[in-house]
């Protein structure tokens, strides 16, 4: 077994790659789609299948990464991005755009932040966990923040094709990281033994894991509408692509902070309260591009705030799973909340480009991440923050007996 920090760097590194590539995706939308004459609707329907399969793929990599290793399924999601990637460089078609979605969903379900928890969250103390995913965050920020100029870059030097071919070399690059969160995970000592199913019914019929994962589907509706379609909103409004660039790394930069700030929130405060203040917080941001000017400095400047509340979620909720089950199955059960995160993202890329194609506005859109941001608020407080209560091993054997 690695020492902790080894598995904490090398899965942030994993994260900050992973989580790059999918978030740069939507510096292509505008070029791919004009380029290949299709209208925005398909690329955003691309990039949404790749969401919804990294959501369906989250629990089956988490139930994998929990009983072998994290390893594995890194490996996996560096082979699969750099797939996908390669794809998009020679398509041509709507079936291809959509092969390499699927591709990319499951690339980053392998290699994404949901494939890292369990990683972590089974190297440290209980008390360590929240800051130890944190950490995750914090890479996937990192990642996000020298994604954004990195790819704008090659986009300029190389164009948008011949780019995707670097940035298939960088995703590769995450097989060498790979193997040092390799290794089947030991039993945790705190824990009772259980068994896949066991844990799988005692999640749902928990109620505060069903108001979890309904308040992370509108995580997931928020990030992906924002991060696909920035770019060609700022366009639209008449503002150069470095506006765009700037702001998505801006959310990189903040999401740095904000998480950080969500990993210490976690360990003194009221993990549901934390949630629902962030959730509130992104409704006041999406109200700004309705009734602000839209500017340079306006664009960047709730980005700047959106970043604080970007990944900030992750070590909350991931957290709260922790807190309910225990980290045997952490990296499956958190996978299961993923997927309803993911179902929001499908819905955030794919409506964004549905209805401004019909409406030649994004407006709707905005209203409607205002709307599913107070909903979120208000669905997090009721959440009981405590362990499930499980009969000890002991006391089962003697009620079978």
Request: glycine share 14%; net charge positive.
């Amino acid at each position: 077994m690695q020492p902790a920090w080894v598995v904490i760097l090398a899965a942030a590194a994993i994260a900050a790659i992973g989580m790059g590539v999918r978030q740069v995706m939507g510096l292509y939308l505008k070029p791919v789609s004009e380029t290949l004459g299709f209208g925005r609707e398909v690329f955003a329907l691309s990039i949404a299948i790749a969401n919804i399969v990294w959501g369906l793929a989250a629990p089956v990599t988490g139930a994998i990464s929990d009983s072998f290793g994290s390893g594995r399924v890194a490996a996996f999601g560096a082979l699969m991005t750099a797939g996908g990637l390669l794809t998009l460089y020679s398509a041509h078609s709507e079936a291809q755009l959509i092969a390499a979605g699927v591709l990319l969903g499951f690339g980053v379900a392998g290699c994404g932040v949901n494939a890292m928890v369990g990683a972590v969250a089974r190297v440290v103390s209980p008390e360590a966990r929240t800051s130890a995913i944190a950490a995750i965050g914090m890479g996937s920020g990192a990642g996000i923040l020298i994604a954004m100029p990195y790819t704008h870059l090659l986009i300029e030097k190389l164009g948008w094709q011949t780019s995707l071919l670097a940035l298939a070399g960088t995703a590769a690059s995450m097989l060498g990281l790979a193997a040092m969160v390799r290794g089947r995970p030991e039993a945790v000592d705190d824990e009772p033994p259980q068994q896949l199913g066991a844990a799988l019914r005692e999640a749902f019929a928990h109620p505060s894991f069903w108001l979890l994962n309904a308040g992370f589907f509108v995580c997931g509706f928020h990030v992906v509408f924002y991060g696909t379609h920035l770019p060609a909103y700022v366009a639209d409004k008449g503002l150069g692509p470095g506006v765009a660039v700037t702001a998505l790394t801006v959310v990189g930069l903040g999401n740095l902070l904000g998480t950080y700030l969500a990993g210490r929130w976690g360990r003194r405060r009221p993990k549901r309260l934390g949630l629902s203040l962030i959730y509130a917080g992104r409704a006041v941001v999406f109200l700004g591009f309705l009734f602000l000017p839209i500017t340079p400095v306006t664009v960047i400047a709730l980005s700047g705030v959106l970043g604080v509340l970007w990944l900030s979620t992750v070590p909350l909720t991931s957290g709260l799973v922790a807190t309910f089950f225990g980290a045997r199955w952490m990296t499956m059960l958190y996978g299961f909340v993923f997927l309803s995160h993911q179902i929001g993202s499908f819905l955030g890329a794919w409506l964004g480009g549905v209805i401004y194609d019909r409406l030649q506005s994004y407006d709707a859109m905005w209203w409607i991440s205002v709307g599913l941001g107070v909903v979120a608020a208000l669905i997090n407080l009721p959440i009981r923050e405590e362990a499930v209560r499980r009969a000890a091993p002991a006391v089962v054997a003697e009620c079978r007996g």
